[in-house]
């Protein structure tokens, strides 16, 4: 039976992927499905994605379904670089007035809600739209863009468009880092191949230590080649982001899952994180 790996389609965690040994991994029962973020979340829900990346709500909605790799995330300590609100007002002032969700996310879409409600105390409306931001701020006084759609968006809007940084806005109010994602294993998948997801991440590791360890200059001149950019932006960009899971990690996220179940929006609460190990049973932290 074939391990099904989720490959978010954003640059952001291309680190975790760009080194892998594709070809060894497909002969050995791997298939890799590219795709956003709140359609993968999908496909481990019902079972047709195994492991990968997914959103870390989506792992809050799940968390007794799904174990996660240690080690591994999206986070930022600060700044993301590219989960951008684009408002017409200053934030302060979208108090009664309407937000574009882009349709690409679930982590962010609710990071949004939580400080706008939490700590911005605003009343405000929303709508789930393609990420598309000229559509979107016709009709709406701010749009959320995320990934590459916010990194373009951002490089082409007037200046008359105010832009907040999400991760910025996270660690101000809260402290803490903000991970968007973690690597999920649908705990089936982990018991019918645990040597497979061993060797699966392993590779993860190697490609992230290697990409860091070369201050991500391979993969930038890739990336440039397909969204161009100069390298300097690329390069202050990818020392924004952090792919590690410490325990602030874990820490930040106990808290946004306790917001998101406060505010409704988690159905239910997370009442543990559980962490991979290869050839052992996971554990909780």
């Given at each position: 039976?074939?391990l099904?790996?989720?490959?978010i389609?954003y640059t952001?965690?291309?680190?975790?992927?760009?080194?892998?040994?594709?070809?060894?991994?497909?002969?050995?029962?791997?298939?890799?499905?590219p795709?956003?973020?709140?359609?993968?979340?999908?496909?481990?829900?019902?079972?047709?994605?195994?492991?990968g990346?997914?959103?870390?709500f989506?792992?809050?909605e799940?968390?007794?379904?799904?174990?996660?790799?240690?080690?591994?995330?999206?986070s930022?300590?600060?700044?993301?670089?590219?989960?951008?609100?684009?408002?017409?007002?200053?934030?302060t002032?979208?108090?009664?007035?309407?937000?574009?969700?882009?349709?690409?996310?679930?982590t962010?879409?609710?990071?949004?809600?939580?400080?706008?409600?939490?700590?911005?105390?605003?009343?405000?409306?929303?709508?789930?739209?393609?990420?598309?931001?000229?559509t979107?701020?016709?009709h709406h006084d701010?749009?959320?863009l995320?990934?590459?759609?916010?990194?373009?968006t951002?490089?082409?809007?007037n200046?008359n468009?105010?832009?907040?940084?999400?991760?910025a806005?996270?660690?101000?109010?809260?402290?803490?880092?903000?991970t968007y994602?973690v690597f999920?294993?649908?705990?089936?998948?982990?018991?019918?191949?645990?040597?497979?997801?061993?060797e699966l991440?392993?590779?993860?590791?190697?490609s992230k230590?290697?990409?860091?360890?070369?201050?991500?200059?391979?993969?930038?001149?890739?990336?440039q080649?397909?969204?161009?950019?100069?390298?300097a932006?690329?390069?202050?960009?990818?020392?924004?982001?952090?792919?590690?899971?410490?325990?602030?990690?874990i820490?930040?996220?106990e808290?946004?899952?306790q917001?998101?179940?406060?505010?409704?929006?988690?159905?239910?609460?997370?009442?543990e994180?559980?962490?991979?190990?290869?050839?052992?049973?996971?554990y909780?932290v």
């Amino acid at each position: 039976m074939s391990l099904v790996i989720g490959e978010i389609s954003y640059t952001n965690i291309l680190p975790f992927f760009y080194y892998i040994n594709r070809e060894k991994l497909v002969n050995k029962g791997c298939q890799f499905i590219p795709s956003v973020p709140s359609q993968l979340n999908n496909g481990m829900a019902k079972g047709t994605i195994h492991v990968g990346g997914i959103s870390s709500f989506a792992y809050g909605e799940h968390s007794k379904d799904y174990v996660i790799f240690p080690n591994f995330s999206v986070s930022s300590h600060k700044e993301v670089g590219s989960i951008f609100l684009f408002s017409k007002v200053p934030i302060t002032q979208l108090d009664k007035k309407s937000i574009a969700l882009t349709s690409s996310s679930a982590t962010s879409v609710n990071l949004l809600k939580i400080l706008l409600n939490r700590y911005y105390d605003l009343d405000v409306k929303y709508e789930v739209m393609d990420p598309d931001f000229s559509t979107m701020l016709t009709h709406h006084d701010a749009c959320l863009l995320i990934g590459d759609d916010a990194i373009r968006t951002s490089w082409q809007k007037n200046n008359n468009i105010h832009q907040y940084d999400l991760g910025a806005l996270w660690e101000h109010f809260t402290g803490y880092p903000m991970t968007y994602a973690v690597f999920a294993i649908r705990k089936d998948a982990w018991d019918y191949q645990p040597l497979l997801l061993e060797e699966l991440y392993n590779q993860f590791q190697h490609s992230k230590q290697k990409t860091v360890a070369n201050e991500f200059s391979e993969m930038i001149t890739s990336i440039q080649s397909v969204l161009g950019g100069k390298k300097a932006f690329w390069q202050h960009y990818f020392s924004g982001l952090n792919y590690d899971l410490t325990r602030r990690h874990i820490e930040g996220l106990e808290l946004y899952f306790q917001l998101a179940y406060e505010m409704e929006l988690l159905k239910k609460p997370v009442q543990e994180i559980s962490l991979w190990q290869p050839m052992k049973h996971c554990y909780s932290v």
